[in-house]
């Protein structure tokens, strides 16, 4: 029962960081692959599957929500979000594959979703960026561990 709530916290924790709320998995997911009490392919899978959710709420924020961007409350700055549509518009949506990135990456998801990104294409393509990001913690972390 410990590893399912291991694996939620996980999931939580990746949901939240792709989110526009600041927060950080890669943290948490180097601590649970340097206990070794875990499977590393779960680890990532949940790990991955969060981050991309939080993501696909950005796009959805932003492909129905936009309209409310000039609210006070609205979490990302115009200015941000001005920044990250000029750079979705200049490299399209390779540009998602910046997703995994702190800072801009929340912008580029909330612009796919603004400047209306076919879901399908924005999974598959946030999702390398994010398990890619996954991969290369868990690949530093191994290495750690190995020497």
């Given at each position: 029962m410990q590893d399912c709530y291991a694996y939620?916290?996980?999931?939580?924790?990746?949901?939240?960081?792709a989110s526009l709320f600041p927060a950080q998995s890669?943290?948490?997911?180097?601590?649970?692959?340097?206990?070794e009490a875990y499977s590393l392919?779960?680890?990532l899978t949940a790990a991955t599957v969060g981050n991309v959710l939080?993501?696909?709420v950005n796009w959805a924020l932003g492909r129905y929500l936009n309209r409310l961007s000039e609210r006070r409350w609205f979490?990302?700055?115009?200015?941000?979000?001005n920044r990250a549509e000029n750079w979705y518009r200049k490299y399209g949506r390779w540009s998602l594959l910046l997703s995994w990135?702190?800072?801009?990456?929340d912008?580029?998801?909330?612009?796919?979703?603004?400047?209306?990104?076919?879901?399908?294409?924005?999974?598959g393509i946030v999702t390398i960026a994010k398990l890619g990001?996954?991969?290369?913690?868990?690949?530093?972390?191994s290495g750690w561990l190995n020497m």
């Open positions: 939620a916290g996980l999931f939580g924790s990746a949901f939240l960081a890669e943290l948490l997911l180097a601590g649970l692959i340097a206990s392919v779960l680890l939080g993501s696909t979490p990302i700055k115009k200015r941000n979000l990135a702190p800072v801009i990456g912008p580029i998801t909330l612009a796919a979703g603004v400047l209306r990104e076919p879901l399908l294409p924005f999974l990001r996954y991969l290369f913690v868990a690949g530093t972390v």
